[in-house]
Protein backbone atom coordinates (compact mmCIF):
# COMPACT_ATOMS: atom_id res chain seq x y z
CA UNK A 1 0.00 0.00 0.00
CA UNK A 2 2.68 2.47 0.77
CA UNK A 3 5.85 1.13 -0.94
CA UNK A 4 7.47 0.89 -4.26
CA UNK A 5 6.32 3.84 -7.18
CA UNK A 6 2.96 2.95 -8.83
CA UNK A 7 3.08 4.00 -12.56
CA UNK A 8 0.55 6.11 -14.13
CA UNK A 9 -2.02 6.98 -15.00
CA UNK A 10 -2.96 8.15 -11.01
CA UNK A 11 -5.52 10.45 -9.51
CA UNK A 12 -4.59 12.30 -6.27
CA UNK A 13 -6.50 13.57 -3.50
CA UNK A 14 -5.58 17.50 -3.23
CA UNK A 15 -6.51 19.17 -0.80
CA UNK A 16 -3.54 21.97 -0.99
CA UNK A 17 -2.25 21.42 2.69
CA UNK A 18 1.46 19.74 2.80
CA UNK A 19 0.54 16.07 2.89
CA UNK A 20 -1.42 16.36 -0.64
CA UNK A 21 1.30 18.28 -2.31
CA UNK A 22 3.99 16.18 -1.07
CA UNK A 23 1.83 12.84 -3.20
CA UNK A 24 1.40 14.95 -5.65
CA UNK A 25 5.21 15.43 -6.48
CA UNK A 26 5.69 12.11 -6.09
CA UNK A 27 2.94 10.86 -8.40
CA UNK A 28 4.12 13.77 -10.88
CA UNK A 29 7.46 11.94 -11.07
CA UNK A 30 6.20 8.32 -10.51
CA UNK A 31 2.57 8.19 -11.94
CA UNK A 32 2.30 10.17 -15.07
CA UNK A 33 -0.78 11.32 -16.66
CA UNK A 34 -1.67 12.57 -13.00
CA UNK A 35 -5.29 13.24 -12.44
CA UNK A 36 -5.80 15.79 -9.43
CA UNK A 37 -9.44 15.54 -7.45
CA UNK A 38 -10.26 18.56 -5.17
CA UNK A 39 -13.90 18.58 -3.30
CA UNK A 40 -15.20 21.48 -1.93
CA UNK A 41 -18.02 19.52 0.66
CA UNK A 42 -18.36 22.25 2.88
CA UNK A 43 -15.02 23.49 4.66
CA UNK A 44 -15.49 26.51 6.51
CA UNK A 45 -13.18 28.38 4.43
CA UNK A 46 -12.02 27.91 1.06
CA UNK A 47 -8.47 29.55 1.42
CA UNK A 48 -6.96 25.65 0.57
CA UNK A 49 -9.10 25.23 -2.23
CA UNK A 50 -6.54 27.90 -3.84
CA UNK A 51 -3.86 26.27 -2.75
CA UNK A 52 -5.34 23.57 -4.86
CA UNK A 53 -5.06 24.80 -8.28
CA UNK A 54 -2.20 26.55 -7.59
CA UNK A 55 -0.16 23.10 -6.93
CA UNK A 56 -2.24 21.35 -9.87
CA UNK A 57 -0.92 24.10 -11.79
CA UNK A 58 2.92 23.98 -10.57
CA UNK A 59 2.80 19.97 -11.24
CA UNK A 60 0.64 20.68 -14.94
CA UNK A 61 -1.43 17.86 -14.05
CA UNK A 62 -3.04 16.07 -16.86
CA UNK A 63 -6.76 17.26 -15.45
CA UNK A 64 -7.90 18.80 -11.86
CA UNK A 65 -11.19 19.03 -11.20
CA UNK A 66 -13.11 20.96 -8.13
CA UNK A 67 -15.94 19.13 -7.62
CA UNK A 68 -18.92 20.73 -5.45
CA UNK A 69 -20.58 18.40 -2.77
CA UNK A 70 -22.05 20.40 -0.11
CA UNK A 71 -22.12 17.99 2.53
CA UNK A 72 -21.50 20.37 5.32
CA UNK A 73 -25.10 19.83 6.82
CA UNK A 74 -24.95 16.07 7.01
CA UNK A 75 -21.30 16.62 8.50
CA UNK A 76 -21.05 17.74 11.96
CA UNK A 77 -17.21 18.76 12.46
CA UNK A 78 -15.44 21.62 13.50
CA UNK A 79 -14.58 22.22 10.16
CA UNK A 80 -17.74 22.28 8.59
CA UNK A 81 -19.77 24.03 10.89
CA UNK A 82 -18.27 27.85 11.90
CA UNK A 83 -20.41 28.12 15.10
CA UNK A 84 -18.43 25.18 16.50
CA UNK A 85 -14.82 26.09 18.14
CA UNK A 86 -11.75 24.78 16.31
CA UNK A 87 -9.72 23.63 19.19
CA UNK A 88 -5.91 25.18 19.73
CA UNK A 89 -4.93 23.58 22.84
CA UNK A 90 -2.71 20.93 21.48
CA UNK A 91 -2.81 17.71 19.78
CA UNK A 92 -4.48 14.85 22.53
CA UNK A 93 -4.10 11.12 21.88
CA UNK A 94 -6.74 9.95 24.48
CA UNK A 95 -10.02 11.10 21.97
CA UNK A 96 -10.82 12.47 18.62
CA UNK A 97 -11.23 15.73 18.30
CA UNK A 98 -14.01 17.81 17.11
CA UNK A 99 -12.04 18.77 13.65
CA UNK A 100 -12.91 14.95 12.25
CA UNK A 101 -14.99 15.36 9.55
CA UNK A 102 -17.51 11.91 9.62
CA UNK A 103 -16.48 9.40 7.14
CA UNK A 104 -14.24 11.92 5.12
CA UNK A 105 -12.16 9.83 3.50
CA UNK A 106 -14.39 6.89 3.06
CA UNK A 107 -16.22 9.90 0.76
CA UNK A 108 -13.20 10.97 -1.02
CA UNK A 109 -11.81 8.17 -1.59
CA UNK A 110 -15.22 6.85 -3.34
CA UNK A 111 -15.15 9.62 -5.38
CA UNK A 112 -11.65 9.48 -6.46
CA UNK A 113 -12.27 5.35 -7.51
CA UNK A 114 -15.03 6.42 -9.69
CA UNK A 115 -12.84 9.02 -11.25
CA UNK A 116 -9.74 6.50 -11.51
CA UNK A 117 -11.82 3.81 -13.07
CA UNK A 118 -13.10 6.37 -15.34
CA UNK A 119 -9.58 7.30 -16.42
CA UNK A 120 -8.22 3.83 -16.04
CA UNK A 121 -5.92 4.46 -13.12
CA UNK A 122 -3.36 2.45 -11.55
CA UNK A 123 -3.67 4.27 -8.31
CA UNK A 124 -4.98 6.65 -5.91
CA UNK A 125 -2.80 8.83 -3.53
CA UNK A 126 -3.82 10.16 -0.42
CA UNK A 127 -2.23 11.93 1.82
CA UNK A 128 -3.08 9.72 5.10
CA UNK A 129 -0.29 9.94 7.92
CA UNK A 130 -1.02 7.46 10.88
CA UNK A 131 2.46 9.23 12.85
CA UNK A 132 1.90 12.48 13.40
CA UNK A 133 -1.64 13.41 12.86
CA UNK A 134 -5.04 13.86 15.08
CA UNK A 135 -5.76 10.48 15.26
CA UNK A 136 -8.42 10.28 12.69
CA UNK A 137 -10.10 6.88 12.48
CA UNK A 138 -10.18 7.28 8.44
CA UNK A 139 -5.86 7.89 8.42
CA UNK A 140 -5.29 4.48 9.59
CA UNK A 141 -3.54 1.38 7.48
CA UNK A 142 -6.30 -0.52 8.34
CA UNK A 143 -8.92 1.79 6.86
CA UNK A 144 -7.05 1.87 3.46
CA UNK A 145 -6.70 -1.92 3.52
CA UNK A 146 -10.13 -2.52 3.94
CA UNK A 147 -10.93 0.14 1.10
CA UNK A 148 -8.65 -1.51 -1.28
CA UNK A 149 -10.28 -4.86 -0.67
CA UNK A 150 -13.70 -2.97 -1.21
CA UNK A 151 -12.06 -1.27 -4.59
CA UNK A 152 -11.30 -4.58 -6.17
CA UNK A 153 -14.92 -6.17 -5.47
CA UNK A 154 -16.83 -2.77 -6.10
CA UNK A 155 -15.92 -1.83 -9.55
CA UNK A 156 -15.83 -3.54 -12.90
CA UNK A 157 -11.96 -3.26 -13.45
CA UNK A 158 -11.64 -5.09 -10.31
CA UNK A 159 -14.31 -8.05 -11.16
CA UNK A 160 -12.92 -8.25 -14.94
CA UNK A 161 -9.48 -7.41 -15.21
CA UNK A 162 -7.97 -7.27 -11.45
CA UNK A 163 -7.43 -4.12 -11.77
CA UNK A 164 -9.13 -1.91 -9.63
CA UNK A 165 -7.32 1.55 -8.68
CA UNK A 166 -5.42 0.85 -5.91
CA UNK A 167 -4.98 3.33 -2.89
CA UNK A 168 -1.51 4.53 -2.26
CA UNK A 169 -0.83 6.43 0.95
CA UNK A 170 3.30 6.79 0.51
CA UNK A 171 3.28 9.05 3.59
CA UNK A 172 1.41 7.15 6.24
CA UNK A 173 4.09 5.84 7.94
CA UNK A 174 6.21 8.82 8.10
CA UNK A 175 6.44 11.93 10.76
CA UNK A 176 6.00 15.04 9.37
CA UNK A 177 9.73 16.04 9.82
CA UNK A 178 9.72 13.20 7.66
CA UNK A 179 7.34 14.51 4.71
CA UNK A 180 8.94 17.77 5.07
CA UNK A 181 12.32 16.20 4.10
CA UNK A 182 11.28 14.09 1.29
CA UNK A 183 8.95 17.02 0.00
CA UNK A 184 11.98 19.24 0.30
CA UNK A 185 13.76 16.68 -2.14
CA UNK A 186 11.21 16.63 -4.63
CA UNK A 187 10.68 20.38 -4.74
CA UNK A 188 7.61 20.86 -2.92
CA UNK A 189 6.45 24.68 -3.16
CA UNK A 190 6.00 24.86 0.39
CA UNK A 191 4.77 28.65 0.14
CA UNK A 192 1.84 27.52 -2.11
CA UNK A 193 0.27 25.12 0.53
CA UNK A 194 -2.23 25.51 3.53
CA UNK A 195 -3.07 23.91 6.64
CA UNK A 196 -4.29 26.09 8.97
CA UNK A 197 -8.23 24.69 10.28
CA UNK A 198 -9.45 28.54 10.71
CA UNK A 199 -8.46 30.03 7.35
CA UNK A 200 -8.05 33.70 6.78
CA UNK A 201 -5.11 35.61 5.45
CA UNK A 202 -2.28 34.02 7.73
CA UNK A 203 -2.26 30.54 9.87
CA UNK A 204 -3.32 30.66 13.28
CA UNK A 205 -0.73 29.18 14.48
CA UNK A 206 -2.24 26.96 17.06
CA UNK A 207 -4.55 25.13 15.49
CA UNK A 208 -3.32 20.94 15.52
CA UNK A 209 -2.70 21.33 11.83
CA UNK A 210 -0.55 24.60 12.36
CA UNK A 211 1.56 22.81 15.57
CA UNK A 212 1.77 19.46 13.26
CA UNK A 213 3.19 21.68 10.76
CA UNK A 214 5.42 23.82 12.48
CA UNK A 215 6.75 20.45 14.18
CA UNK A 216 7.68 19.40 11.30
CA UNK A 217 9.46 22.51 9.82
CA UNK A 218 11.45 22.63 13.00
CA UNK A 219 12.10 19.02 13.55
CA UNK A 220 13.77 18.97 9.39
CA UNK A 221 15.02 21.82 10.40
CA UNK A 222 13.99 23.81 7.37
CA UNK A 223 12.10 27.05 6.90
CA UNK A 224 8.55 27.09 6.61
CA UNK A 225 8.07 29.85 4.20
CA UNK A 226 4.25 29.31 4.75
CA UNK A 227 4.30 30.27 8.17
Given at each position: ???????GP????L?????S??C????S?D???V??????????H??EL????????????AS????D?P?????A????????R??S?G????????????A??T?L?????????????RS?Y????????SG?P??R??F?R??N??A?R???????R?????V?????RM???????????L????E?T????R?????C?TC???????K?F??????DPG?
Amino acid sequence: MTDGRHRGPSVVLLSGGMDSATCLALASRDARPVHALTVRYGQRHDRELRSAKALARRFSVASHVVLDLPLAPILASALTDPRRRVPSGGVRRASIPSTYVPARNTILLALALGCGESRRARSIYIGANAVDYSGYPDCRPEFLRAFNALARRATKAGVERNAAPRVVAPLLRMTKADVVRLGERLGVPWEMTWSCYRGGRRPCGTCDACRWRAKGFREAGVPDPGA
